[in-house]
């Protein structure tokens, strides 16, 4: 039994749709007994899987709240076999504030997990996840982009999960969101993510960064609203056809600490290079200028090895630190230990 004190007002046993919301308490100085009200929606029909879909864990990614809304809309019981589990936007008041962190307490929802029944209102989501959705789930989706901060090639991605039919099936998971570039990646800015918690949990975990920074194209929003629903038809709980991969995907990993590229020092950050392009080993993709020293040269920012540029900083003012590239290499992931 779950200690959460957030309250649902859907029953997640009932077949059928409903859509309600959780409640998860927390209080600010205009509302003593407040509650923050986040969306969720069960439909269901019958025995098969049950796959969770998550969007919204940081608030300013927006094309996957969007696809878990359209979802949400149009999802019928009669369309399914088992059950579907949406939360559109896990961090309310973040996605309404378009930070990526939760204003309430400053934190990172994704580096909340397991959770803390007694903690700041992430922390009480998180821990929600970890002891009521996820153990209900055979599939956990969590749909990210770059935000505000970064820029993606639209990918699906994944952690190199022990291999084992749980690797197996997320490589097949990902590969059926029919992005171009699959995505293997590894965390270097801390712990807690709520992937990994539904990956030691043994699920199926299949995510995401759908583009980046502020400008959502309208090719974005349709490849993550298309993505979504054929990676449900492959999951065996939405009816249909799966749409066949127009071709096979380019499997890239980034799983060393170099791959990922920080600001040595702040100021403007120029990319030199196209997101997407392939770059040789030691080649700049990135400058930062110092706006009170136009005399001084951009320091550069080099790839680490060969490969592709599968992200890069998406604001032009840097601080020093910031995250501003990630370099990629080509990997066969089923030739992976
Ligand atoms: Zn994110």
Request: charged share 15%.
């Amino acid at each position: 039994m779950s200690d959460s004190p957030i309250r649902a007002t859907v029953d997640y046993a009932k077949p059928g749709k409903q859509i309600g919301h959780l409640f998860v308490p927390y209080s600010h100085n205009l509302g003593g007994w407040a509650n923050l009200m986040l969306p969720v929606a069960v439909v269901a029909n019958g025995p098969g899987p049950t796959v969770l879909v998550l969007a919204g864990n940081h608030g300013d990614e927006y094309p996957g709240q969007v696809a878990v809304m359209r979802l949400l809309r149009e999802l019928k019981p009669d369309q399914l076999t088992g059950r579907v589990i949406l939360v559109p936007t896990l961090t309310m008041p973040a996605a309404k504030a378009a930070t990526r962190l939760s204003p309430l307490a400053g934190t990172n929802f994704n580096r909340c997990s397991p959770g803390n029944p007694r903690g700041s209102p992430s922390e009480v989501v998180a821990h929600y996840l970890t002891t009521v959705l996820f153990p209900l789930a055979d599939t956990v989706i969590d749909i990210h982009t770059g935000g505000r901060s970064m820029d993606f090639v639209p990918c699906a991605h994944m952690h190199l999960v022990p291999a084992g039919p749980q690797r197996a099936a997320m490589l097949a998971g990902t590969e059926a969101w029919n992005t171009d570039l699959c995505f293997l990646y590894a965390d270097v800015a801390g712990t807690g993510l709520l992937p990994v918690e539904a990956e030691r949990q043994g699920k199926t975990v299949i995510t995401t960064e759908m583009g980046g920074s502020e400008n959502v194209t309208a090719g974005v929003h349709h490849a993550t609203q298309a993505g979504v629903r054929n990676v449900l038809v492959q999951q065996g709980v939405l009816r249909g056809e799966v749409v066949p991969r127009p071709r096979p995907a380019r499997w890239v990993q980034a799983l060393a600490w170099e791959d990922y590229r920080f600001a040595p020092e702040s100021g403007v950050y120029e990319n030199l290079v196209p997101l997407g392009s392939d770059v040789s080993a030691g080649q700049p993709v990135g400058a930062t200028h110092f706006l009170e020293r136009p005399d001084r040269e951009p320091v550069e920012v080099a790839a680490h090895a060969a490969g592709v540029l599968v992200a890069c900083r998406a604001p032009s003012i840097v601080a020093q630190g910031d995250c501003v590239a990630c370099v990629a290499r080509d990997v066969d992931p089923r030739r992976l230990e």
